[in-house]
């Protein structure tokens, strides 16, 4: 078995994240995908909830469940209640499928940092990383990472990939009551709707 994991803020999780994960799937034979809530130490001030985060986390991931892939949300970041770190959050998942082969799902804007992150070096020997080029909203490409990068670890693996939204475009459309239709999936949109997530 090959798992996928998929760490985020999902603050809210959105059509960028979907494309992701589905793209993920057929271009790398994934057959499982686990979605990993984790903290938001930047959280704003009208930001969602962990427990609202995580319930649409799970809309998401059933969404996902309705094209055939198996699809779970691990609340196991949240839960520690302290910053955590993706070396740990592998170990984990590694302990709870000791067989399974993991791809770590990236966007290249999260993978900048990845020198900075605890025991990178021992990360990069727990899985393989994908990591999906992200286009801003300008419709520009962030000057590619792999250009800054000497010495790229071999399994990390460069995806072009470009669908430009980020969680932030949707708190800030939802803010002003514009329209987020198509930018998040359906029962995300309705959930957003029904807790009047994000409005000012
Ligand atoms: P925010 O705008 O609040 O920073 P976000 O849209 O980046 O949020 P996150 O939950 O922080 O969403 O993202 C989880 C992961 O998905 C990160 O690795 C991020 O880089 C990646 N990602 C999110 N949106 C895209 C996108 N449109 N294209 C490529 N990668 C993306």
Redesign the pocket.
């Known amino acids: 078995m090959h798992l996928a994991v998929?760490?985020?803020?999902?603050?809210p999780?959105?059509n960028?994240?979907l494309?992701?994960c589905l793209f993920a799937r057929e271009l790398l034979a994934i057959d499982r995908i686990v979605i990993s809530v984790s903290n938001n130490p930047l959280k704003q001030t009208r930001g969602a909830s962990d427990s609202q985060r995580k319930h649409m986390a799970e809309l998401f991931a059933a969404e996902i469940n309705l094209t055939g892939t198996t699809c779970e949300v691990s609340g196991w970041e949240l839960e520690k209640r302290q910053p955590s770190y993706t070396v740990d959050l592998l170990h984990y998942i590694k302990n709870l499928y000791p067989k399974a082969g993991i791809t770590l799902?990236?966007?290249?804007?999260?993978?900048r940092e990845f020198p900075l992150w605890k025991e990178h070096e021992k990360l990069c020997s727990l899985c393989r990383i994908a990591v999906?080029?992200?286009?801003t909203t300008e419709k520009e490409y962030l000057t590619a990472a792999t250009d800054e990068w000497k010495d790229l670890p071999e399994n990390v693996t460069f995806i072009d990939?470009s669908?430009?939204?980020?969680?932030?475009?949707i708190?800030e459309l939802a803010a002003t009551g514009r329209s987020i239709e198509n930018l998040v999936p359906p029962s995300v949109r309705r959930y957003i709707t029904e807790q009047g997530l994000y409005r000012k």
């Open positions: 998929f760490g985020g803020t999902f603050d999780p959105h960028g994240h494309a992701l799902l990236l966007g290249e804007d999260s993978f999906f080029r992200r286009m990939f669908y430009p939204v980020s969680s932030t475009d708190r």
